[in-house]
């Protein structure tokens, strides 16, 4: 199958060749954890690993990886404020962000790294840097220099002399050049560690682009992360690998869109940020997976009152078919999990570009077509399976919590006896049975 991806590298949708077949590298920034996660943290979490399952289930070995940024301006703050360690302060919300991740039963990735793992590995990386001339030592503090590689801007095709210095570049008088960027900042408060330079801590750029070397050697498949990332610090990561493996560091860079709630940008001025885990349960998990999964990845997404409703709709078709044939097909003795014949159409929408709008408007044709199969007095068993097998597979890559149930005989039994009594208009027995049923959670 021919997988394509938009690659922002390039500004074209290219077809995937990964560096090894059948292997993927794929590494996506995660958060700074100094706060509760956001609905909008989820959104590339969620994307991603859709992405993962579906690569998986077409047959690829997929490393993913995923960081935490465990030392930061913000959690030493944190900290600060509250008289408590740094770590105690990321292991806070790291557990916030991994209950969010399990409650949206995304997939465990292969490695989180935290970049306070990597600082002997960052010293080395930035060490290197400033042999190779790509850096500059200013006042004990370690600054890339951009005019040491031809391609700066290869990424967000912004151009220096285009660029105002002071709004998404920080200003400092130590720099050379005022978009040159920090890789080892001198601090006087909070965690530090020391080096040939000052006692500090590593920039922000800098540790992605040494856990991806540490893990990956350098060179992955995939980059991905939020649409807000690639300037300035998916930028400045290709500039820093451009100076020390002569390379983009991946072949293909996948950015996701940002979110709105009720079409204005989520901020806390405005008081609309949901939290993660807020939304999870008020909502519902599969709610908020799947709504953050119907709209083109790239494009920004809208969380309101009609979204919702929309994902919950979608919801309980699924959910009323599924139980249906679950029920159906072990009441005819027939086999509960099996390989779909119906998957061509949903997986080709996944591989044109992660064309998720597309593949659930397949899950819905699915379910349309199996209902009607359904209705039918004679009903074919074995498309009712296969029909059963395709939702199975298309659950498993959207990431939704569906289980096939195995009934015993004691199940059967006692949904057979409220099918007669419906049968026989005995109305009291079967809603008594039928209540029993539901307790049970077989109907």
Known sequence: MEIKFYNTLTNKVEVFNPIKKGEVSMYVCGPTVYNEPHIGNMRPAVIFDTLVRFLKYVGNDVKFVSNYTDVDDK??????????????????????????????????????????????????????????????????????????????GCLSNIKLDELDAGSRVATNEKKHNPYDFLLWKKTEKGIKWPTKWCEGRPGWHTECCVMIDSIFGGHID??????????????????QAEATHHNTIANYWIHNGMMNINNEKMSKSLGNVILAKDGIKEYGADTIRLLLLNCQYRSVLNFSDDTVNDTKATLEKLTNIWKQLNLKIAQNNGVLQGKSTK????????????????????????????????????????????????????????????VVKEYTKEDMDLYNQYLDAKKNKDFLKSDALRDELIKKGII
């Open 75 to 152: 959690i030493i703050n944190k900290a600060i404020d509250e008289g408590v360690s740094e770590m105690e302060i990321a292991n806070r919300y790291i557990a916030s962000y991994r209950a969010c991740l399990d409650s949206l039963n995304c997939l465990k990735a292969y490695k989180n790294p935290r970049v306070t793992e990597y600082m002997n590995d960052i010293i080395k990386y930035i060490d290197n840097l400033v042999n190779v001339k790509a850096a500059y030592i200013e006042d004990g503090e370690v600054f890339f220099d951009v005019t040491s590689v031809p391609n700066y």
């Open 343 to 402: 998957m061509d159409k949903f997986l080709l929408a996944m591989a044109d570009d992660i064309n998720l709008p597309n593949a659930i408007t397949e899950l819905l044709e699915i379910i349309k077509a199996a209902n009607v199969e359904f209705r039918k007095k004679d009903a074919s068993l074995s498309l009712l399976e296969d029909y059963f097998y395709t939702l199975q597979d298309m659950v498993y890559i959207l990431g939704l919590h569906y």
């Open 222 to 239: 995939i980059h991905g992360g939020g649409h807000d990332l690639i300037f300035p610090h998916h930028e400045n990561e290709i500039a």
